[in-house]
């Protein structure tokens, strides 16, 4: 049974008082919600986790963290580790996400061994992959997810099965385009046949979620799609009654 999951990916965004109303609007959508098999995940700055954990009281929300460091301790200033998430109450991270491999420079094999570290902290990795539109045009674009998978692959090998991916295609993060639904469900498919050489269970097992401008009028027709088994949200994540629809789209869905 693959998870369901929302993700909502704050950012670089949110303040005390941000954050204070959010989550009592949150908690009002919520509270009549049976939430079942499905799971909702903040990743907020980490600064802010404590905060959050406090104004959680019951609502069925699940923390996590935005990137995790590949190491464990020691001289590595400015990075969080996954046992400090853990700590925090988190119980998944974010790895690989665009911006970092795009403004960090992060490639395959470093957001491999951050997914690794996660494992080994007991944080479940949610593995951000994705092509850019000159990818897509030329071509280029399952070559170059598959590279992004088989790193991680190579590196995890039979823990792969603990793991979840995020789709997101570059072009469509933070630009109001988002992938048609087929496109979407075309690149799940090609995703869930890349796990597939790892084998049946691990391509039965393993969610893959999509990300790139959702919003609540896309959400349910995405959500609708065979392989795609949960969502990554951004920017609509920061507006309540937009995210608390997107939330309630997953549960009218499959
Ligand atoms: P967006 O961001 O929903 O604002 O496009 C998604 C993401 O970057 O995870």
Known sequence: MRKKLIVANWKLNGNWAFNEVMMSE?????????WHDREIILCPPAIYLQQLNGLMSDLPILF???????????????????????????????????ERRVRHQEKN?????????ALASGLIPIICVGETLDERDSGKMNAVIQQQIQSVIDCLKS??????????????????????VDQAQEAHEFIRGVLKNYGELCAEKVSILYGGSVKADNAQDLLEMPDIDGLLVG??????????????????SK
């Open 235 to 252: 920017g609509s994540s920061l507006i309540s009654a937009e995210f608390l629809a997107i939330c309630l789209s997953r549960l009218n």
């Open 159 to 180: 823990d792969i099965i603990d793991v979840v991916f995020a789709y997101e295609p570059i072009w469509a993060i933070g630009t109001g385009l988002t992938a048609k």
């Open 26 to 34: 949150l908690s009002l959508g919520l509270k009549e919600v049976q």
């Open 64 to 98: 996590g963290g935005q990137d995790v460091s590949e190491q464990f301790f020691g001289a590595y200033t400015g990075e969080i580790s996954g046992q400090m998430l853990k700590e925090f109450g988190c119980r998944y991270t974010l790895v690989g996400h665009s």
């Open 109 to 117: 094999e470093l957001v491999a061994l951050k997914a690794k570290t």
